[in-house]
Nanobody, 119 residues
Framework: QVQLVESGGGLVQAGGSLRLSCAASRSILSLNVMGWYRQAPGKQRELVAAITRFGTTNYADSVKGRFTISRDNAKNTVYLQMNSLKPEDTAVYYC?????????????WGQGTQVTVSS
């Protein structure tokens, strides 16, 4: 089991920045992949950025060059630095942890944090 707690969302003007945090209840080195997803009203949840336990990162095309995913292993926390925010970035952002073990594959989700970008 993994509990994930997000923080850092809020209201920001277009062009501004926010940093989201996701604190895990256990060592993030034990988690195969951690990622940030978002879901806007009326749209499907989509992957924003992910980082593997080895440090490999992956980004959605729409955020490349603007968002950066990183982690602090000592704090068991993953971050999403969001710069040059656009109104279309408005969504609920969810932290995800994917675990692959001998008993199967498991996905864990945080409760979500709202990000609103005003024009």
């Amino acid at each position: 089991q993994v509990q994930l707690v997000e923080s850092g969302g809020g209201l920001v003007q277009a062009g501004g920045s926010l940093r989201l945090s996701c604190a895990a209840s256990r060592s993030i080195l034990s988690l195969n992949v951690m990622g940030w997803y978002r879901q806007a009203p009326g749209k499907q949840r989509e992957l924003v950025a992910a980082i593997t336990r080895f440090g490999t990162t992956n980004y959605a095309d729409s955020v490349k060059g603007r968002f950066t995913i990183s982690r602090d292993n000592a704090k068991n926390t993953v971050y999403l630095q969001m710069n040059s925010l656009k109104p279309e970035d408005t969504a609920v952002y969810y932290c995800n942890a994917a675990v692959v073990s001998s008993s199967g594959e498991y996905d864990y989700w945080g409760q979500g944090t709202q990000v609103t970008v005003s024009s």
